[in-house]
């Protein structure tokens, strides 16, 4: 379907940058900007933001979220462009597949993550701050046989010509 939005799925790390609005720059950008990009263009339609349920705790493993205000972290995942998918067996045996198969580095939490994204219906990118993870884009398969992208949140190519959207060069 053509104009159906973009999945992307983001681990904890993502949304702790978000919600901490972290200034550190990754390839060029703020993470806390490169999230906000992201969510902007789930705003207008074109990206659906999939996510572990495991995402609505492990949000608050860092001191500078746990210290925020329950509702106020509860409303970031609040929102029709954002598809919580639940920790099931499915995902639980994809995630022991994972943490068996010798991944350096790779842990119980991030295994769940990724394998929600192996596994979600048309998720094409997985979205990370995590540098480990960041080295498997393209060597895990989706249900589908195609390959999974890892990389820093981010909107995609370009939609059309520069100048259609009324920017200059």
Known sequence: MANSPRRVCWDARVWIAL????????????RSTRCKT???????????????ALCLAEVCKNKGVADTDPQKIAAFFEHEYIL???????????????????????????????????????????????????KLSGQ????????????YPDVGPPMGPLLAEGRTP
């Open 19 to 30: 919600i901490q609005d972290e200034r550190i720059i990754e390839d060029g950008l703020e």
């Open 38 to 52: 992201v969510l902007e263009e789930a705003k207008k339609g074109k990206i659906e933001v999939v996510i572990s």
């Open 84 to 134: 919580v998918v639940s920790l099931d067996t499915t995902i639980g045996n994809r995630a022991r597949e994972l943490m068996m198969s010798g991944i350096p580095g790779l842990r119980p939490q991030d295994a769940c993550h990724i394998a929600t994204a192996l596994i979600a219906p048309d998720v094409t990118e997985f979205h990370t701050f995590d540098t480990d993870l960041l």
């Open 140 to 151: 895990l398969a989706k249900s589908d046989g195609s390959k999974l992208k890892v990389c």
